[in-house]
């Protein structure tokens, strides 16, 4: 027994020392791991917010009616595209045309009073009608008439007696109060005959207003028709919903603390679902002087062309908006190693890897700013994912075609 316990010992030992020098064969064979490497770059990259908003038209109008009747027929409809002053809609015009003509036969009427066929201006005078010359006329005719009388009754000793005189002195005074209610009663017809002319402009107005136009500017497109043929609609019915397609206001929400950011003029590319991530260019036209408590954010609306009418309003749409520049430093992202929500990148001094924890800013395409690095610096861009800190690295040349 005690034979075999001492060749047993001596076989373990001589096991162990066969394991040790394997081992530490083995430790001197791991060859060092390749990686390639890249410098870390300067960029300028531009800063921007993320907001989500809806388009809307620049301008949009709810058309209505400005005269009681019923129409006669619809010349637009949903969907139509319309030049301002274009007809939408017409009323029945009978009723409208009759009070067309009676104004003007009542106009007319009352010029053949004052004598003539044109509506009298401000230098009109009264004294040159026809009914005042014949008056005035008359007038002093009476008032020689009556001094004849006069100078009879003194020279002739009674030939004319007093009651002629008196009764010649009654017609001029008559005559005088005559050309007086002539020269009244003219002025009154020249008001009246303004009068007429504006009822008649007023029912010529009426009339046209039976047409009912889109407003001026446009292109409209029309987002609602109400009404139909043969309805009976009264003064100020709403008839249509127009809206403005080119360009089109962008109104989003931005939180607080980009305020001291968002600056009219500003250049922002929007998205909306139906286009992908295909981008609109816009600018920033208004920004809300005010924040909203409730929220905690203001208002913006920025102006996107829209001219081959491709975008809609009343549409989602996610938008860019450009609110600065920044020179920093830049590295591809596949030099990035996360986890748990740590973020590092390996360098390689004196031949071993090296973390270093940074902090990822903006993306620049297939590049990441970050935090804390150095300009020029060399990190690994493959071969990383099995790399830990002291492991030793052997730099590779970088594949044929790399940046």
Partial sequence: ??????????????????????????????????????????????????????????????????????????????????SGGA???????????????????????TLARLGTTELPGDAFDVDAAPSVVRTRAQLENEKSRLARLAEMAKARGGVVSEQEVRDAETTVAMTTATLDL??????????????????????????????????????????????SVGEYVR????????VTFDPLLLRARVPERYSPLVRVDQAMTLRVEAFGERGFPGRVARVNPTIEADSRTFGVEAVVANARGELRPGAFARATLVVGADDVVVVPLDAVVSFAGVDKVFL????????????????????????????????????????????????????????
Wanted: neutral net charge; proline residues 7%; glycine residues 8%.
């Fill in 348 to 403: 390689v001094e004196q031949g071993k890897a090296v973390e270093r924890l940074v902090k990822l800013g903006a993306r620049v395409g297939p590049l990441v700013e970050v935090t804390d690095l150095p300009v020029g610096t060399p990190v690994v861009v493959s071969g990383q994912s099995v790399l830990t800190q002291g492991v030793a690295v052997a730099i590779a040349p970088a594949p044929a075609g790399s940046p």
């Fill in 182 to 227: 002539e020269r009244r009663t003219l002025r009154a017809l020249v008001a009246e005959s303004h009068q007429r002319a504006a009822d008649l402009e007023t029912a010529r107005s009426r009339l046209a207003d039976a047409r009912v136009l889109a407003p001026p500017g446009g292109p409209w497109a029309v987002a609602g028709r109400l009404v």
């Fill in 235 to 242: 003064e100020g019915t709403a008839l249509f919903e127009l």
């Fill in 1 to 82: 027994m005690r034979s075999w316990s001492i060749g047993s010992a001596l076989l373990l030992a001589v096991s162990l020392a066969g394991c040790d020098r394997g081992a530490a064969q083995a430790t001197q064979e791991v060859p060092p791991t390749p990686v390639t490497v890249a410098p870390a770059e300067a960029r300028r990259v531009e800063r921007s917010v993320e907001v989500l908003g809806t388009l809307h038209g620049e301008a949009e109008a709810t058309i209505s009616n400005k005269v009681t009747g019923r129409v006669r027929a619809v010349l637009a409809d949903v969907g139509s595209v319309v």
């Fill in 87 to 109: 007809p939408l809609l017409e009323l029945e015009p009978d009723d409208f045309q009759r009070a067309v003509q009676t104004s003007e036969w009542a106009l007319r009427q």
